[in-house]
């Protein structure tokens, strides 16, 4: 948690905008803010606008550094990223004083994210950046992409287990709040559906291609102007993981199952984008992403176990999520061969 009074962090984020990046604003107010960060809007006399992104307390700077610096070898991929501002000096991406450790880049405006809102011609613009992201990040010297095992957010076995403890947590001090009620229901659920959702993995390659991703790819984290892709941000360190989990993560978001009844064919066309501009993922995996993302959606114990791990407090956007993930799930499911059959058309 950041203890420093609202008042004495803008100002304290005001001095290092100054000495550290060289940028001398006339204002500085709370701009959007991530699940774990606190960000500010700084702009200047000549009328720039910066997003400051200040990390939580005790994020170690060299991880805030390695995760800006993936974002500029992005944008030197030709990938839409918001521009970075070196510290004075040009030595650093991120800058560390007290508490306070931030970065800063040119702040987009007239921007909306991508969640519940990939549409129309949308769906072509963001396969098609995402494609160009995952090809620049095959490129990066932590290595080409390479077969592995399925990506573990789609392991059923590990699955039992996290969803048997969380039942067992909660039967054990039991729920106190609808909420808490309607997530142990949802667990036991689950539960008793798991070897249905097991099954949907015997249609899926049992290897998939790993390689460096984005880290937190999402529809919060894509800035969308009309209908093309202005920027996909806040990057985290560099890691490998299954890039075809992360584009299902992105273009299944349970808001645009649930808002655009047209899905399927949308994705077809996202993924048809997408592997034009990343061909190393084959095609057998593109055609298993429905698969894949309803099986992650059956397994996952977030955010169900928000309120017994204190994972801070339970929303009502946070409970509407919620709820969007068991529904988007059930629809993924009752409308798979129908997506499937989709995808096989635009990735013949």
């Not at 490129?139 to 048997?164: C, I, K, Q, Y």
């Not at 993924?332 to 635009?346: I, M, P, Q, T, Y």
Request: charged content about 25%; aromatic content about 6%; overall charge positive.
């Amino acid at each position: 948690m950041n203890s420093t009074p609202s008042g004495d962090r803008i100002s304290l984020v005001t001095l290092m905008l100054a000495s550290e990046f060289g940028i001398v604003p006339t204002s500085v107010a709370p701009g959007p803010s991530g699940t774990a960060t606190r960000n500010y809007v700084a702009t200047t006399e000549a009328g720039t606008d910066w997003f400051v992104k200040t990390y939580p307390a005790g994020t170690a700077r060299k991880e805030a550094e390695s995760a800006a610096a993936l974002s500029e070898y992005a944008r030197r991929c030709r990938v839409p990223v918001a521009a970075a501002r070196y510290t004075v000096g040009r030595q650093r991406l991120v800058a560390s004083r007290g508490e306070v450790t931030m970065s800063v880049t040119r702040y987009l405006r007239d921007t909306v994210t991508a969640d519940g809102r990939v549409a129309g011609g949308r769906w072509e613009a963001v396969g098609e950046a995402i494609g160009r992201l995952h090809r620049g990040l095959a490129r990066h010297r932590f290595g080409p992409p390479r077969l592995d095992a399925r990506d573990r957010a789609v392991d059923p076995v590990r699955s039992r287990s996290r969803l048997e403890g969380l039942v067992h947590r909660y039967e054990t001090d039991p729920p106190r709040t609808d909420f808490e009620r309607w997530a142990l229901e949802t667990a036991r659920e689950r539960l008793a559906r798991l070897p249905a959702v097991e099954r949907l993995l015997e249609g899926a390659p049992e290897r998939t291609i790993s390689q460096l991703v984005h880290g937190d790819l999402s529809g919060p984290n894509v800035l969308l102007r009309g209908d093309e892709v202005a920027a996909v941000i806040d990057f985290a360190a560099p890691r490998r993981r299954s890039p075809l989990w992360k584009l299902g993560r992105l273009a299944l978001d349970p808001r645009t199952v649930l808002a655009q009844p047209d899905w399927p064919e949308g994705l077809g066309r996202l993924a048809a984008a997408y592997r034009r501009c990343h061909p190393a993922v084959p095609v057998a995996e593109l055609m298993s992403l429905v698969r894949l993302t309803a099986v992650y959606l059956g397994c996952t114990v977030y955010p169900l176990n928000a309120v017994v791990d204190g994972l801070g407090p339970v929303t009502e956007s946070l409970e509407t999520y919620a709820r969007d993930r068991a529904d988007a799930a059930a629809v993924l499911r009752e409308r798979l061969d129908e997506a499937e059959e989709v995808l096989r058309h635009h990735l013949r």
